[in-house]
């Protein structure tokens, strides 16, 4: 009821606002403004000459200009490196006049300029959300992808489980795991399958990625808790980008994107085609077992880690028609096969379990300005996900350790971890509908209702009796959300904001563990919460901004949370939905001096006060974790960066963050056979067990044009990583010389490249963790070592 009663309160201030425009005899002109390429402009400038009417682009291209009287003018459009054009206008009363302007480039040669347009990175960055966007163009020659690019952000740390193909964990600013969320193209990737991970995404296929920090925007439509990270695809209208890259531990990279779109039809057509490949068979420093015992610790090769996938989505529509900016149909087919070398921890080996998964993802958008009346904004973005997963322990009674060597036991049928050939089929169908009205140059507001529906049937052929498989498993989440933004002028920028949450979770459970009546059965929960919050910044001088925002969110439990993987990830339907109060304060500074030197200056103090975190319960000697409720935690943190561009030669930057993650419950419930209930939680004060508190990154790089050809670019690019030691389990617990930790860590990267023909050929050389140093990441697990690569890329 909660959700249709918002919904019909906000068609009824668009009915009033409609009634309310058809009496209104004054004119409006929009529309969307490209270049000839078909790229959308940002930063345009448009003027009604003789007036002092104007506005500029919008990030998407798009513009208006509204209470206009009726009469005729001249419209002039400019935009540094573009013909200006001017067009005349008829308007009469009432009228709507929606425009298509196409700019063709002007080849003008200068010294220095001073820009006014803003870049569509600038202007993401100056919404009163704290944001961070991040445009990866400059990379497209590297060999990184989207995780490499997160990875250097302020206030993101990655840990991984490994090589390529690695199971990843997402830190942001103390929050980690599915309490940020990611999109791609504004489509969650709740369920996307393990096929489409962060180190699946390659740089070429990406025009910029957006980091959300603490309040997410209501048109995302999702329970974030901490943030949430939007994947920008390369949205040029017309291009082809193919790459190969080849380096160490036989590993192979192929991407293959591209687009095609009619100027005068408006049909679009765009795919992109991706495959990984790797041994990850580098080596580690681990202890040798026979049996049960340790024998000796040596450097060896990991020799079942192979991991290879293939991604291909096609996407086809029509793009600036009058029912619609953009009508487009995609598909999205996915599969990966992983070895699996090791468990939760290093403590374990295994050499023959393995998963895999396929993933087939329609996709549907709808996007249309100026919709009914003028100012008024609707989006749809819907996607039917089909997966397939399957985790593979068929070996009978054979154990292995770091060296390869098996153990054989005569007679059993045990598998390595728990004999089992699982099979999951994961259906998730998800829509997210988003209407905005600008009700003047002041004020508007923005409406967004989510829903997405979970299923999934578990079967297993080497354990077709498994109580809890019979029963079928669901999981529904609602998210709506109501947003004002008030923008007296064109300093200040402020938005309120109101958000509600409903899950819905069926499956299976244990009751009454260790009693005669101890049984597994079903069980059907549903869980509301409420949340709100307010951004707003502030230009205390031209490039000077500040912002600050507070939200109290919550963010519901996911289905692997409540339902497990089926292999190191167990099962915990009595999870409940996190909390938390979110406080960030920062500021960003651009200027010059003397034209070529431009300094960029950012810092933020972020507050979180977490109630019922689910965090991930890890024992050092278990290859097997599971996820539970800590009762309250704080998290404070101060992260900073600084950036400096002497004109288009040099650059050099870094950012350093700290976060300080307490817990700070007084007591914790404790269920036990001799002593359930609440009791002193000995861990309050301390930090978070297997999360860095103190980490950075610095970048340089130098760019030369025409060296040896005209028309080529060489560039050289530093990458410095930094990581202080922290604790892998809790500090309170074990004597000070038997604590588990991971060590302090320092790796350097190092990659040149070489482009022909404004940036037709490329090759690039790349060396990953230059010195070879033992770098570790969650639960003490060692990454690769030095790596080299070679890619070539062409671009047309």
Known sequence: MKFLQITLFFLLIFSCKITIAQTNNLATISGKIIADDGEVLSGVNILLKGTAKGTMTGVDGSFQ????????????????????????????????????????????????????????????????????SVSVKDLYNSTSDAKEVLNRVSGVRILEDGGL??????????????????????????????????????????????????????????????????IITNQQRNFLDASYAIGSFNTHRASVNGAYTNKETGFTFRGTANVNYSDNDYKVWVPIKEGNNIVDTANVRRFHDRYKSASVRLETGVLDKPYADQLLFSVLASANDKQVQNGATMNTVYGGITRNSKSI??????????????????????????????????????????????????????????????????????????????????????????????????FDTENPDRIENQFPKSLTKQVAGLSYKFDPNSKWSTTVFGKLYT???????????????????????????????IASSYFILPKLQVKASYEHTYRMPTAEEIFGDGLFTQSNPDLGPEQSDNFNLGANYDFHIHKKHQFTLGSSFIYRNAKDLIYQVVKVASPQTHYENLSETRTIGVEGNVNYKFANLFHVGGNVTFQD????????????????????????????????????????????????????????????????????????????DSKKVIPTQSSHDLEFSYSLKNGKYNIALECRNLTDERLYDKYYLQKPGRAFYVKFRFVL
Not at 188 to 213: E, Q, T, W
Not at 506 to 529: A, N, V
């Open 503 to 533: 899950i819905t979770a069926k499956g299976s459970k244990q009751y009454d563990f260790g009693l005669e009546t101890q049984r597994t059965d079903s069980f059907k929960e549903t869980q509301h919460s409420s949340g709100y919050g």
């Open 165 to 230: 193909g690695s199971n990843l964990s997402f830190n942001l600013n103390g929050f980690s795991g599915d309490q940020v969320k990611f999109f791609l193209d504004g489509i969650p990737m709740d369920h996307f399958g393990s096929s489409l991970s962060l180190s699946n995404i390659p740089v070429n296929a990406i025009d910029r990625i957006d980091v959300y920090k603490g309040v997410v925007p209501v048109w995302l439509g999702t329970d974030a808790l901490g943030g949430a990270v939007n």
């Open 661 to 736: 993650i307490t817990d700070q419950a007084d007591f914790i419930y404790n269920e036990s056979y001799t002593n359930t209930g609440y009791q002193k939680n000995y861990q309050k004060g301390y930090r978070l067990p297997n999360t860095p508190y103190f980490f950075g990154n610095a970048t340089a790089g130098f760019s030369f044009k025409n060296v040896w050809q005209k028309a080529s670019v060489l560039q050289i690019n530093y990458h410095y990583n930094y990581v202080k030691q922290y604790f892998l389990s809790w500090a309170e617990l074990g004597s000070k």
């Open 361 to 458: 993802i329609p996709t549907f958008k709808y996007t249309k300005k100026d919709i009914f009346t003028s100012g008024l904004d609707v989006s749809v973005n819907s996607a039917y996900n089909i997966s397939k997963s399957e985790i593979i322990d068929t070996l009978r009674g054979i154990t292995y350790n770091w060296r390869g060597d098996t153990t054989y036991v005569p007679n059993s049928n045990n598998g390595e971890l728990s004999r089992t050939f699982t099979t999951m089929n994961d259906d998730e169908f998800s829509t997210r509908v988003n209407a905005g009205y600008d009700i003047s140059d002041v004020h508007a507001l923005a409406f967004n209702y989510s829903i997405s529906y979970f299923t999934r049937e578990t």
């Open 65 to 132: 200009l509204a209470n206009i009287a009726p009469a005729n003018y001249i419209l002039q459009i400019s935009y540094l490196g573009f013909q200006t054009q001017e067009k005349n206008i008829h308007l009469e009363a009432s009228q709507n006049v929606q425009l298509k302007i196409i700019l063709k480039e002007k080849a003008v040669e200068f010294e220095a300029v001073n820009v006014a347009a803003k870049s569509i990175t600038t202007a993401i960055k100056e919404q009163s959300y704290t944001v961070a």
